[in-house]
T-cell receptor, first 121, second 112 residues
Framework: GAVVSQHPSRVICKSGTSVKIECRSL??????MFWYRQFPKKSLMLMAT?????????EQGVEKDKFLINHASLTLSTLTVTSAHPEDSSFYIC?????????????????FGPGTRLTVL | DAKTTQPPSMDCAEGRAANLPCNHS???????VYWYRQIHSQGPQYIIH???NNETNEMASLIITEDRKSSTLILPHATLRDTAVYYC?????????????FGAGTQVVVTP
């Protein structure tokens, strides 16, 4: 299967600082990437859909000024948590559609990155 | 969005087939059924997906009923490394970039 990487895998920061997380599709181009967050013992919650060259679409309740998403190329999307606070501590996971086969988003295989563990002190 | 219902947990014996059920009675005609699994503290791993025909790959088989209201994921020979949370997801189709909405999933524990 296709590979999606995330960097860093872990980050610890002080309250009030900003943290950038990178998501890369390594062996395919992805016009659409997704960002999720997951709290301990909970399921994944979709935060936003990131489309290359356009603004991200955020799910209801997700603050777009707090979670800045940039999808500047077909292989890279970034999530910046601005002015992080302890309640932002979570597991952040990205995914990307491999649309080489069908071109229909709902029929493509979506591959996930390994996740980034953010701890805000 | 079509919702899915899965049992919260299942135990399976190592070496035996594991059959994971999923109900999706409100699925629409062009919506695919996807299965992922997540091992603790890792990103979800893609397993298989299908529309209406049964599908098989190196990891598993997906059996979808003729009315498409339910499906079963079959792991043919469960190993201890198959212990994970398994998610059955009906993928939203038109107008939403095909986003995936995760439910609670089934915690599968494979025992020796």
């Amino acid at each position: 299967g296709a590979v999606v990487s995330q960097h860093p895998s872990r980050v610890i920061c002080k309250s009030g600082t900003s943290v950038k997380i990178e998501c890369r599709s390594l062996d395919f181009q992805a016009t659409t990437m997704f960002w999720y967050r997951q709290f301990p013992k909970k399921s994944l919650m979709l935060m936003a859909t990131s489309n290359e060259g356009s603004k991200a679409t955020y799910e209801q309740g997700v603050e777009k000024d707090k979670f800045l998403i940039n999808h500047a190329s077909l292989t890279l999307s970034t999530l910046t948590v601005t002015s992080a606070h302890p309640e932002d501590s979570s597991f952040y996971i990205c995914s990307a559609d491999d649309n080489r086969n069908s071109g229909r988003p709902w029929a493509d295989t979506q591959y996930f990155g390994p996740g980034t563990r953010l701890t805000v002190l | 969005d079509a919702k899915t219902t899965q049992p919260p947990s299942m135990d399976c014996a190592e070496g035996r087939a594991a059959n994971l059920p999923c109900n999706h009675s409100t699925i629409s005609g062009n919506e695919y059924v996807y299965w992922y699994r997540q091992i603790h503290s890792q990103g979800p791993q893609y397993i298989i997906h299908g529309l209406k025909n049964n599908e098989t790959n190196e990891m598993a088989s997906l059996i979808i009923t003729e009315d498409r209201k339910s499906s079963t994921l079959i792991l043919p020979h469960a190993t201890l490394r198959d212990t994970a949370v398994y998610y059955c997801i009906v993928r939203v189709a038109l107008g939403s970039w095909g986003k995936l909405q995760f439910g609670a999933g089934t915690q599968v524990v494979v025992t020796p």
